[in-house]
């Protein structure tokens, strides 16, 4: 079992849509949680780390399920704009490594 | 302020020479982390530096090795190139060594032919 497992996609959907990205790990003593943005051919960006209260930044929220090993992204009313590759990351060494474990990303394409 | 800066931005080697690429960290980050994303994948961790000393090391083979030098720039180096090799390789750094502040590099597209 890969050790961040995220939806396939890809995801296509229209401006306005809410649109949620799915991934679970693996490893139960992970601590630290992530999304981060990959446009094409560019490096990736965090895009906001996950709280086990859960988190809002603008349209995206995440949430973490740490009992279920299970990590989401909602974002709502999509822009053109989001239209990128949605990686889940996690670290297991409590942020005190600098080891950050990928999924192979969820691509979305937000259409007019 | 400059951003974690990578060199060169492209390049092509052919099977079984060597690379050599260079990272220089956002001022005052005193950690590197090197990656390898290939097409259609996550990136996947290879070292990281702090201090100038190995603190992980992920699993690939001997033929990859890094070092980080006292202004902690980082070198990555790759002997004995495969076609599978080629990949984006990032640098990524950060002040104390955690992933928080993490700042990833744009990448050096290797090609190997």
């Known amino acids: 079992r890969k050790e961040v497992e995220q939806d396939p996609g890809p995801f296509n959907v229209p401006e306005g849509a809410t649109v949620a990205f799915n991934c679970t790990y693996s490893?139960?003593?992970?601590?630290?949680f992530f999304w981060y943005r990959q446009d094409c051919r560019k490096e990736p960006k965090l895009l906001m780390s996950?709280?086990?209260s859960g988190n809002e930044d603008g349209r995206f929220t995440a949430q973490l399920n740490r009992a279920s090993q299970y990590i989401s992204l909602l974002i709502r009313d999509s822009k053109l704009s989001d239209s990128a590759t949605y990686l889940c990351?996690?670290?297991?060494?409590?942020?005190?490594?600098?080891?950050?474990?990928f999924g192979k990303g969820t691509k979305l394409s937000v259409k007019p | 302020d400059a951003g974690v800066t990578q060199s060169p931005t492209h390049l092509i080697k052919t099977r079984g020479q060597h690379v050599t690429l260079r990272c220089s960290p956002i001022?005052?980050?005193?950690?590197v982390s090197w990656y390898q994303q290939v097409l259609g994948q996550g990136p996947q961790f290879i070292f990281q530096?702090?201090?100038?000393?190995?603190?992980g090391r992920g699993n690939f083979p001997d033929r990859f090795s890094a070092r980080q030098f006292p202004n902690y720039s980082s070198e990555l180096n790759v002997n004995a190139l495969l076609l599978g090799d080629s990949a984006l390789y990032l640098c990524?750094?950060?002040?104390?060594?955690?992933?928080?502040?993490?700042?990833f590099g744009s990448g050096t597209r290797l090609t190997v032919v």
């Open positions: 990351v996690v670290n297991s060494f409590g942020g005190s490594q600098g080891n950050l474990i």
């Open positions: 996950v709280y086990s």
């Open positions: 490893n139960s003593a992970s601590q630290s």
């Open positions: 990524a750094s950060s002040l104390a060594g955690t992933t928080y502040g993490y700042t």
């Open positions: 530096y702090y201090e100038k000393e190995e603190r």
């Open positions: 001022s005052g980050h005193k950690s």
